[in-house]
């Protein structure tokens, strides 16, 4: 029988000897040729399509007052002055940026040049990190009331029923480490350095220094100035920390020179870490966020009237039932809220002895109380109760996984706070696009 290749020798680029053969001449390839001209006549409003959920929130702030947001702005008419960027656009921007996850105002300058759906929202504006960092927390007493304005558009439309409300707690990552937390005699220790450097750079600022430009002077004496403050402010809220604290625990008591009103608090994974705790208020029937407040105790202890006081001051109307789990159980607040005739669903502590029944009123306990431990006993408040896992610890995990709040961008419960605005604001927008989709 023949040993020849049914299909010749060649086959597969090898020789008689099984070896490859080298192959001649210069390769051809499809090489980028930069220079080349494009020609793309395009508009910013054929950047995204008709149905994306930037329109939506561009259309969601138009229908919204923004006088507030407006009424600082300087230049006016013909008047001499640069023109001002325009706060619906910069409001759209972050609502967007925030209903993606994205907090960084570094990282939104950057999308605003790259991203086709920023650059819808910008319409050729040019914007910067400090200038969205600015307008993100210089706005309080303006967010707070769109936060109102949005809630009385989502109560005109059904979105907001308020006969019943879930509130739960979220504790957010501070802008602070764990090192920046120190004890009163290093905090004195660290005012006296803090006061040197002060001293140091206001005699730069007097001096010529042809190695240093008079912008980094002065730079260097407002760094120092504002770590003086720190450190001041550090001092006074170790002094009102030490006031709850028996003298033993007292002398351990520490503050924190990033952030001096944050504290270290147990989060979820059962870590301590430096915190805000973030309270919502969620209606059960809707899921729209009614109510907002940051403080800086680990425990949700006493958290329910405050509560209730801002969603009354938002809405003018106070809801029937609260649900909260076992963390609120405040006694004080249960009878506080009652008088106000409104309804505490909450968890009860299980007693020691089996014999005793949890649901019977004590001998101590005021009307309010009484009436709760009894209502805690029967089917109705347990089906009623099983609304608050669904509605509020949703609404923290949506915040939580999909719009960022795990790790706080900015630092103090003011400034917290206006995260917190954002996100309400912007979890309440996408539930009124969500329900207008077919007319936007």
């Known amino acids: 029988m023949s040993t020849k290749s049914l299909f010749g020798d060649d086959l597969g680029g090898k020789d008689t000897k099984g070896k490859a053969k080298k192959a001649e001449g210069e390769a051809r390839v499809k090489r980028p040729d930069r220079r080349q001209s494009v020609f793309r006549p395009q508009t910013f409003d054929e950047l995204i399509p008709p149905d994306h959920r930037a329109r939506g929130i561009v259309k969601f702030v138009d229908e919204m007052d923004l006088e507030s ?4 702005i300087k230049s006016r008419g013909s008047d001499p002055g640069r023109p001002a960027t325009d706060p619906a656009m910069l409001i759209a921007l972050w609502l967007f940026a925030t209903s993606e996850g994205v907090g960084s105002a570094r990282h939104l300058e950057r999308l605003c040049e790259r991203d086709d759906a920023y650059r819808w929202i910008c319409g050729g504006v040019q914007v910067n990190q400090h200038g969205l960092s600015d307008f993100r927390v210089d706005h309080g007493a303006a967010l707070d009331d769109l ?18 409300v879930a509130q739960d707690g979220v ?14 005699p290093r905090l004195r220790e660290c005012l006296r350095e ?15 220094d042809p190695t240093r430009s008079d912008k980094q002077r002065e730079s260097a004496h407002r760094a120092a100035r504002e770590r003086e403050d720190r450190v001041k402010k550090a001092m006074e809220e170790l002094r009102e920390l030490q006031a709850t604290k028996t003298d033993e625990d007292a002398k351990e008591a520490r503050a924190s020179t990033t952030d001096p009103e944050s504290r270290v608090m147990r989060m979820a994974d059962g870590g301590y870490r430096p915190a805000f705790n973030m309270q919502f208020a969620v209606d059960t029937d809707t899921r729209a966020i009614v109510g907002i407040g940051v403080t800086n105790s680990g425990s949700d202890m006493g958290q329910i009237e405050p509560m209730l006081e801002e969603v009354e001051r938002r809405l003018d109307k106070k809801p029937k039932e609260w649900l909260v789990d076992g963390g609120y159980t405040s006694l004080a607040d249960i009878e506080a809220v009652g008088e106000k005739g409104v309804k505490v669903f909450a968890p009860l502590q299980q007693p ?26 029967t089917g109705k408040a347990k089906d009623i109760y099983k609304d608050r896992a669904s ?13 960022g709040l795990r790790h706080l961008p900015v630092r103090g419960i003011e400034k917290t706070m206006m995260v917190g605005l954002w996100m309400a604001i912007t979890y309440n927008a996408l539930l009124w696009i969500g329900q207008n989709a077919a007319t936007l």
């Open 69 to 72: 947001f407006y009424a600082p």
């Open 147 to 164: 936060l109102t304005q949005v809630l009385g558009v989502l109560m005109h439309q059904g979105l907001v029923v308020l006969k019943r």
């Open 171 to 184: 504790r957010v990552r501070a802008n602070a480490g764990a090192a920046s937390f120190r004890r009163q």
């Open 194 to 208: 803090a006061k040197e450097q002060v001293r140091l750079a206001k005699a730069m600022l007097d001096k010529e």
């Open 352 to 377: 020691r002895s089996p014999d005793i029944d949890p649901h019977q009123p004590k001998k101590n306990d005021t009307e309010h109380v009484a009436e709760w431990r009894k209502r805690m006993g």
């Open 391 to 403: 509605t509020s610890e949703r609404t923290n995990a949506d915040l939580r996984q999909h719009r």
